[in-house]
């Protein structure tokens, strides 16, 4: 199995327009609608399915539906230039104004991050969340640093927390 690909050098998102470069639906063109980028998967709408049978039992025959099966981002699908429509290298730039875009190599167009790669397993986007005043923890209140990290166990916590002074010098111990 191949390495995932980096975090900052993804670009395949929920909405995207892709077209499958191997398999039954060679050459056909469909949208993103799930992403599993600790794998470098992803499927696409209606394409690359399998009939599966389910709820078969001795009495009933069962339901036949189709199954949209991953497909690997590295060989199998390439995104799409929104300019001629026809498949694209795709990389990472920066704008004047300093911002990462993804540009496709052929057009030099800009590739926008759909909306729907920022929606959650809900359906909302980040900005149609409301804070509940009753339940919600304040975005203050989690933002607020609450913990103090510092080089000392427990022992020595309890120590300091009575007020107790440890004046004797521990000898040398070699852990190895």
């Known amino acids: 199995m191949a390495q995932p690909i980096r975090e900052e050098d993804w670009m395949w998102f929920k909405g995207d327009r892709v077209e499958?470069?191997?398999?039954?639906?060679?050459?056909?063109?469909?949208?993103?609608n799930f992403v599993?980028?600790?794998?470098?998967l992803i499927t696409v709408e209606g394409l690359n399915t399998t009939f599966k049978i389910m709820g078969k039992t001795k009495d009933f025959p069962g339901m036949g539906t189709?199954?949209?099966?991953?497909?690997?981002?590295?060989?199998?699908?390439q995104l799409v230039d929104p300019v001629d429509e026809k498949?694209?290298?795709?990389?990472?730039?920066?704008?004047?104004?300093?911002?990462?875009i993804r540009v496709a190599t052929r057009s030099d167009t800009?590739?926008?991050?759909?909306?729907?790669a920022f929606e959650t397993v809900d359906y909302?986007?980040?900005?149609?969340?409301?804070?509940?005043?009753?339940k919600d923890t304040k975005a203050a209140d989690v933002e607020a640093?609450?913990?103090?990290?510092?080089?000392?166990?427990?022992?020595m916590d309890i120590m300091e927390a009575q007020g107790i002074k440890e004046d004797r010098i521990p000898h040398k111990t070699y852990w190895y």
């Open 20 to 32: 499958i470069l191997s398999g039954k639906d060679k050459g056909k063109q469909g949208y993103i």
């Open 36 to 40: 599993l980028q600790e794998r470098n």
């Open 66 to 77: 189709l199954e949209e099966q991953p497909l690997r981002v590295t060989d199998q699908v």
């Open 87 to 100: 498949v694209t290298e795709v990389e990472w730039r920066h704008n004047e104004s300093g911002e990462r």
């Open 110 to 116: 800009e590739l926008p991050i759909p909306s729907q």
């Open 124 to 134: 909302k986007t980040p900005a149609g969340y409301a804070e509940n005043k009753e």
């Open 145 to 155: 640093i609450t913990y103090e990290p510092k080089l000392s166990t427990f022992e």
